[in-house]
């Protein structure tokens, strides 16, 4: 029998044979020798994707389109893709032709002629470039245009006035030219038109476009559904803690059983904020009701201290730099009033005064009080003085009233300073503002009204009248557009008149802060503050008992690089007169240019003026408009 003997294998080999396998497997991952290079390395394809852009666009035609298609077109987005293929290339500039089609049609070229070429630029920043050349064609002009009217407005009588003054407000007229921007604002400004008085929550119903390519002609319509007229109802005041809610509805003045009308929400809101009452005031008409007719308009407030210090800097160029502190409570002990306390100081003026006010009645009349002490550069001396004012005042959209009872004294020092004085007045002021806008208007006028009778209470006591009239008037006398086609803005003229007289026996001593002086920003440019006024035989300058002023200003809109910018330029000529009789007044005058600035902030002023009479140019600063 023939027997096999086993084979006796070491443990190790096993292990052995294991590694051997391991490292024949690793020697793959060497790099190998190729035939086509010497060093070994692999070639590159020469469609490798690069590590810069893909392409490059650019776009060639009138400088109308050209930037805006540059900006706009869609396939602008796909060129920071490194390794985007030729055949992705192709495929986004099929799309982009229609893309182009589309951003020209909003601009009113619906007939335009494309040609798109792609070309290689080796060792440029990209590898390709995308050329559009475009010829837009003519552009689309308005044919017709058609506005309608469903809702409460459309066949109420009293409403026909608004819907006229929708169709005649409506910005795009027939001949212009249509672009989708103009399209969209001018529903926007016909809506804003509509749901500025009564109708509250009108809004667009339907609008259609229809383009005639081969005439270049556009034909609109839009239909405004108003929804139900409104009317206002009563005030619904939210956030109250520390201030009453019904002094906040008679501060506000909202016209309750009034027809809705937005500015009004927007002027009693404005009383609110300007009360000094509230850090922040919003008021909306809740048109959530079941009533139109009688809907609450709610004033959500955020309450301001009860007191309040404010420290502040400031600089004119008639008194130089300024410092002050003002001091508000706004529930005065006993009173209830509110008192606002300031501490002035300049180079010409440091002042103590005080104002008082009480809370309007239902019928908007207030009580007030105010006290002032001063020292001043008036003329060639100093002054010290004080008034103590008292009486009611009322305050209203456009005009304000007051009726009070004052108290004036003056001590003057210097050489040739006049005797010092004190006199007791009533006094009647009236004061309208018909601008367009209060804070930077364009048109409209003020006229502000003064008139005083009263006795002086130093020396021979004696009677006296004063009388004081300013004027300011905004005429627009042309518009002037940019090249881009945007909005345009009046030039104007501006005119500023100032007359003023107190009539006494020549040995009445009237205090000087009752007569006049004038010069300065807002008065004669060219001559610095209250310089202008009576001269004597020594050369001193005093107050005087007549005052003229006289302005005219050309104000005209600047246009940089085609567009209208927030600036304006100005030429003015200021002439004015200050004497103790009426047939010694003898102007002196300024003239000068300047530049306006539309800031954020409110419109600001710089000037160069030259006094006519003085022979030197003034630098003067202004910052607001105030009448």
């Known amino acids: 029998m023939l027997r096999v003997a086993p084979l006796q294998t070491p443990a190790s080999w096993p292990a052995l044979l294991f590694a051997i396998v391991l490292l024949l497997q690793g ?58 293929g030729a055949t992705e290339l192709s495929r986004l500039m099929v799309a982009a032709e229609a893309n182009a089609r589309e951003l020209l049609g909003t601009l009113g070229y619906f007939t335009p002629t494309l040609t798109l070429e792609l070309n290689e630029t080796p060792g440029a920043k990209a590898p390709r470039q995308v050329v559009v050349t475009v010829d837009p064609g003519p552009p689309t002009r308005i044919g017709a245009v058609d506005i309608g009217f469903r809702g409460a407005i459309a066949d109420d009588p009293a409403a026909a006035a608004q819907r006229e003054a929708i169709r005649a407000a409506w910005t795009l007229r027939t001949g212009q030219l249509f672009t989708q921007q103009a399209w969209d604002n001018a529903k926007t400004v016909g809506l804003r038109s509509l749901t500025a008085k009564r109708y509250a929550t009108g809004s667009v119903a339907t609008s259609r476009t229809e383009i005639d390519a081969d005439k270049s002609e556009a034909k609109l319509g839009v239909n405004y559904d108003s929804g139900p007229a409104y009317r206002f109802g009563p005030l619904d005041v939210r956030g109250v803690q520390r201030y009453s809610a019904d002094g906040t509805r008679r501060i506000a ?26 850090d922040s005031v919003f008021l909306t008409l809740d048109t959530n009701v079941t009533d139109p007719q009688a809907a609450p308009v709610i004033a959500q407030v955020r309450e301001a201290p009860l007191q309040k210090v404010v ?7 008639d008194s130089g730099p300024r410092v002050s502190l003002d001091h508000v409570h706004n529930q005065m002990p006993l009173l209830g009033w509110r008192a606002v306390s300031k501490l002035s100081i300049d180079q010409k003026t440091q002042s103590l005064g005080t104002d008082w006010n009480g809370i309007p009645d239902d019928t908007g009349w207030r ?51 006049p005797p010092s004085a004190s006199a007791l007045s009533a006094n009647w002021g009236w004061t309208g503002r018909y601008f367009d806008d209060n804070t930077t208007p364009t048109r409209g006028q003020g006229l502000s009204l003064e008139l ?8 021979e006591r004696a009677p006296f009248i004063r009388s004081y009239i300013r004027w300011l008037g905004i005429l627009p006398i042309g518009t002037v557009q940019g090249t881009d086609g945007g909005a345009a803005r009046s030039s104007r003229l501006q005119f500023r008149a100032e007359s003023g007289a107190v009539i006494a026996r020549d040995n009445a001593q009237i205090p000087t802060t009752l007569l006049f002086l004038t010069g300065g920003d807002t008065t004669v440019r060219g001559y610095s503050y209250r310089q202008i006024g009576t001269e004597r035989s020594d050369g001193a300058i005093v107050a005087g008992r007549y005052l003229g002023v006289g302005s005219v200003e050309w104000q005209r809109p600047i246009v940089w690089n085609g567009k209208l910018s927030d600036f304006e330029s100005a030429v003015f000529v200021d002439a004015g007169s200050v004497a103790d009789k009426f047939g010694e007044l003898k102007a002196k005058v300024g003239t000068g240019v300047g530049v306006r600035w539309r800031s954020p902030v409110g419109p600001v002023q710089a000037d160069v003026a030259y006094g006519v009479d003085t022979k030197k140019y003034r630098l003067h600063l202004r910052l607001g408009f105030s009448f």
């Open 253 to 278: 003045r909202v016209p309750t059983g009034a027809d809705y009308d937005q500015q009004k929400l927007l002027d009693a809101q404005q009383r609110l904020a300007s009360s000094g009452y509230y």
């Open 27 to 84: 020697c793959s991952l060497l790099p190998k020798k190729d035939a086509g290079t010497e060093d070994g390395r692999q070639p590159v394809a020469a469609d490798a994707p690069s590590t810069g852009d893909a392409f490059t666009l650019e776009v060639r035609g009138p400088d109308a389109v050209r930037d805006y298609l540059a900006l706009h077109l869609e396939i602008q987005r796909y060129s920071k893709i490194p390794d985007l």
């Open 452 to 459: 005083g009778l009263g006795q002086t209470l130093i020396g």
């Open 367 to 417: 009580w007030f009080g105010s006290g002032l002490l001063k020292h001043e550069t008036a003329g060639t001396y100093d002054t010290d003085s004080g008034r103590v004012r008292a009486g009611r005042g009322r305050t209203g959209d456009r005009i304000e009233r007051s009726l009070f009872l004052q108290y004036d004294y003056a001590t003057n020092q210097g050489s040739g300073a």
């Open 311 to 317: 420290a502040g800097v400031g600089f004119t160029t």
